[in-house]
């Protein structure tokens, strides 16, 4: 998995494409979904048979969890679908991968990435539904999925670097930075607190647990804005030094790879070994063509085991159980927006 740009563009078998028969059989388990589970939150893998696409997951599954870290199918004609029919596909095809889980505040179980007007410097929010670029990160689950309903005007491509190859990097070019980022950094939770957690968080970038390498990207943004809470653990010099390094890594166009989104891509991500960025976008003036992904948190069931540190993020880190998302006292009840433009922070 310690990939680099030029291995991927050397060979694009990494992109999946959906069949006519495959679409076809989407089609129908959207529609046998709905007399199994009339609401898409009690949708389980069961509801939405796959019988011929199962085949194609499993090796989409396998570019996840032990290949690539991420997955990439191609070729949905979404502009078909109502949105009901485009979630149900979305969520079907998500439960063959795992466990779906709740990825802010509200409760929110498919999110809407796209720009609502947000202010950046809004440091109880968080920059998804503006239109700002993002530094490289990770999520707080297993697998980050996007599906694509529109792409902007000019500008937000998705970017993909291999946290591997990062790290074995930054250990070429400056062992002790990266010693340094063995070492908790200062992360702004913007606003969602887990129970007898403080409003910052401190975690490692990089971790071993039982042999397994694990990679935590914090969002650059959030880095600085934790600077705010003057009673929270400042970075040192040598945290910052080794930040700026590991950032300038993952955007080097020789680690990181650009994928431009088309309408009706699937991108799923292992978030423990590869980032994930996007560059900031304008959207045209018709509000229907507005740049709009749909995003899913999934846990893996049989995922990797995790170092402790990722439960101050994640709460609940055990293999064999659900895990990840976002799990705070006051989080609202679990539901799927069918608007777009509702506030997923609000």
Same mark, same amino acid.
Not at 25 to 45: F, K, N
Not at 200 to 224: C, D, R
């Given at each position: 998995m310690a990939w680099k740009s030029a291995d991927l563009a050397a060979d694009n078998s990494w992109i999946h494409h959906l069949t006519d028969q495959e679409v076809a059989e989407l089609e129908a388990a959207a529609g046998h979904s709905r007399t199994e589970a009339g609401d898409i939150l009690d949708l389980r893998r069961e509801h939405f048979p796959l019988p011929t696409l199962a085949a194609k997951i499993a090796v989409l599954r396998a570019d996840i969890m032990d290949r690539y870290g991420f997955g990439y199918l191609r070729g949905l004609p979404v502009h078909k679908y109502d949105r009901d029919t485009i979630m149900r596909m979305y969520w079907g095809l998500a439960s063959h991968l795992g466990d779906i889980v709740p990825q802010n505040r509200n409760g929110h179980m498919i999110g809407h990435v796209i720009d609502i007007g947000t202010k950046v410097d809004d440091y109880n929010k968080r920059l998804t539904q503006t239109s700002a670029g993002l530094s490289f990160h990770s999520d707080s689950c297993d697998v980050v999925g996007l599906c694509c309903l529109h792409?902007?005007?000019?500008?937000?491509?998705?970017?993909?670097?291999?946290?591997?190859?990062?790290?074995?990097?930054?250990? +070429?070019?400056?062992?002790?930075?990266? +010693?340094?980022?063995? *070492? &908790?950094? %200062?992360?702004?939770? +913007?606003?969602?607190?887990?129970?007898?957690?403080?409003?910052?968080?401190?975690?490692?970038?990089?971790?071993? *647990?039982?042999? %397994?390498? %694990?990679?935590?990207?914090?969002?650059?943004?959030?880095?600085?804005?934790?600077? +705010?809470?003057?009673?929270?653990? &400042?970075? %040192?010099?040598?945290?910052w030094q080794a930040a700026e390094l590991f950032f300038s890594i993952c955007s080097d166009p020789a680690f990181s790879v650009k994928i431009p989104f088309e309408a009706g891509d699937f991108q799923f991500v292992h978030n423990h070994v590869v980032f994930h960025s996007r560059t900031p976008f304008e959207d045209g003036p018709d509000p229907a063509k507005k740049r709009h992904l749909m995003r899913i948190w999934i846990s893996l069931p049989d995922g990797r085991e995790l170092h402790p540190a990722i439960a101050e993020r994640w709460v609940h880190i055990e293999r064999g159980t659900v895990r990840g998302g976002v799990n705070i006292p006051d989080r609202k009840a679990l539901t799927i927006p069918m608007e777009p433009m509702t506030p997923a922070f609000a």
């Amino acid at each position: 998995m310690a990939w680099k740009s030029a291995d991927l563009a050397a060979d694009n078998s990494w992109i999946h494409h959906l069949t006519d028969q495959e679409v076809a059989e989407l089609e129908a388990a959207a529609g046998h979904s709905r007399t199994e589970a009339g609401d898409i939150l009690d949708l389980r893998r069961e509801h939405f048979p796959l019988p011929t696409l199962a085949a194609k997951i499993a090796v989409l599954r396998a570019d996840i969890m032990d290949r690539y870290g991420f997955g990439y199918l191609r070729g949905l004609p979404v502009h078909k679908y109502d949105r009901d029919t485009i979630m149900r596909m979305y969520w079907g095809l998500a439960s063959h991968l795992g466990d779906i889980v709740p990825q802010n505040r509200n409760g929110h179980m498919i999110g809407h990435v796209i720009d609502i007007g947000t202010k950046v410097d809004d440091y109880n929010k968080r920059l998804t539904q503006t239109s700002a670029g993002l530094s490289f990160h990770s999520d707080s689950c297993d697998v980050v999925g996007l599906c694509c309903l529109h792409t902007a005007m000019a500008g937000g491509e998705s970017a993909l670097v291999s946290a591997i190859a990062v790290h074995d990097e930054m250990m +070429r070019l400056a062992p002790d930075l990266c +010693r340094t980022l063995y *070492q &908790p950094v %200062t992360v702004d939770r +913007r606003g969602e607190v887990p129970e007898g957690k403080f409003p910052w968080m401190h975690i490692p970038v990089f971790m071993w *647990q039982s042999g %397994t390498f %694990t990679g935590y990207a914090p969002l650059l943004e959030y880095l600085k804005s934790a600077r +705010r809470f003057t009673e929270a653990p &400042p970075m %040192t010099g040598q945290q910052w030094q080794a930040a700026e390094l590991f950032f300038s890594i993952c955007s080097d166009p020789a680690f990181s790879v650009k994928i431009p989104f088309e309408a009706g891509d699937f991108q799923f991500v292992h978030n423990h070994v590869v980032f994930h960025s996007r560059t900031p976008f304008e959207d045209g003036p018709d509000p229907a063509k507005k740049r709009h992904l749909m995003r899913i948190w999934i846990s893996l069931p049989d995922g990797r085991e995790l170092h402790p540190a990722i439960a101050e993020r994640w709460v609940h880190i055990e293999r064999g159980t659900v895990r990840g998302g976002v799990n705070i006292p006051d989080r609202k009840a679990l539901t799927i927006p069918m608007e777009p433009m509702t506030p997923a922070f609000a």
